[in-house]
C-alpha cells in the first residue's frame, strides 16, 4: 500500500489473486484470535477440531501431525499446525486420545532399587526418547522383591501401560510371565536379565564379561599384578558375569586368580566397607576393583579409615561411573557402562515394538568405555 497526497488510499501491483490470499489470511487469523478469546472465557479447553478449523485442514491431518504420523502432508502445513498449537495453548487430552488410538502414552520401569546412580543415568535417556513420540515413564520399584515385580506386571498388562521395561532384581529371577507376554504380543524389554530362560524376549545388557576385563587390563598396563576384588551379590547373574570377565583379564596376562583377595557385597555402600577391612587383613594386594559404584565408595572409605591413601597406597577401579565417582577425592578411574545411551536404546527398542515395527536384534549389548580418573598410580615394574 501507498498513499496519495490528499490521503487516501490506492492499490498498487496487487493482483485479483493476491487480495483473496490476504483476506483469506486476514479472516483466518481473525478467526484465531476469536477462537482464542471464547476459550479464554469460557475456560474450555483447545480441540482437535478447534485447529483444524484455524488450520483450513481435516482433523485428521491435524491428529496425524500431532501424533508424529508421517505422510499425508507436507512441511509447511505440519509447522502451520504445530505453531498454531502452541500460541493456542493445546494440550492432548488423554482419555480421548486413548479411546481413539487404545493407547495409554504409558512406559512402565521396574527397577529394583530407585536409589541406584546406574537408573537415574538411564532414566534420563530412556525419558528424552519417549518424550518425542509423547510417551511418559511410570517408574516402579521392586525392592529386589520377586513378589512385587509379578503384581506389578500383572497389574499394569490389563490395559494400564502400552509397554513394560523390567529390570534385573539383582536376585533370583522368574521370567516365566515375561515370556508368556511376549508370545501375547504385549510389548516387553529386559534390562540386565540373563538366562536361557528368557526365550525371545528383547534383552538390552551392559556387556558386563568386558568391563570385568578391561579392568584388569588397565590394572595391568599400570604395573599391578595383585588386584583384589569385590563382586555383587551372589544370586545376581550381571555380578558373575563380571567376574568373569575379571578372572579371563587376569588369565590373559599370565597372572593366577587368588580367591583369598576375592569378596562379595551386595551393591551397596555398606557391605563393600565390610569387604574391604575383610582385604584389608588379607593384604598382598596393591590394586582393587569393585563392581559398581557404590561398593567402589564403600571400599574407599574402609581404606581412608584404616589410614592407607588412594592411590598411593591402594589403587581403586571402579565398574560403573557415576556422579558419585566423578566427584569423590581422588576422582574415580572407572569403566562406564553408558547407562545413558542404554536409555536411548531401551526407548528406541519400545516404541518399536509399540508401533509394530520390526527390531534388528534380540539381544543388545553396550559396550563399555573407559574412564579415566586419579585414583590409580603407575606402579615401576
Known sequence: MVFAKDGEKREKGLTYGKKRRILHLSKRLLKGRQVRSSMAKTGSRVTIKDLASICNVSTATVSRVLNHIKGGYSGETEARILKAAEEMGYAPNPMARSLVTRK????????????YYFFQEFFAGLEEHLNDYGYRLLLCNTQEDSGQEELFIRGLCNGLVDGIIVSTLNNREQNDLLVELDREHFPIITLERYGEDLGDLCCVQIDNFETGRMAVDYLYSQGHRRIAFIKG?????????RYQGYLAGLRQNGLEPDESIVRYGDYSFASATKAMEELLEVGGFTALIAANDLMTLG???AITKAGRRI?????????????LTDTHEPSIVAIDFCAHEIGHTVGKCMMAMINNQPLGEKVIRQNPIFHNGKSIRLLQE
Request: hydrophobic share 45%; glycine share 2%; charged share 30%.
Open 104 to 115: 495409554t502414552s504409558l512406559v512402565a520401569v521396574l527397577v529394583p532399587d530407585i536409589h
Open 233 to 241: 551379590r551372589r544370586e545376581a547373574k550381571n555380578a558373575e558375569i
Open 299 to 301: 571400599a574407599c572409605k
Open 311 to 323: 592411590p598411593e597406597d591402594i589403587s581403586v577401579l571402579g565398574l560403573d561411573r557415576t556422579i
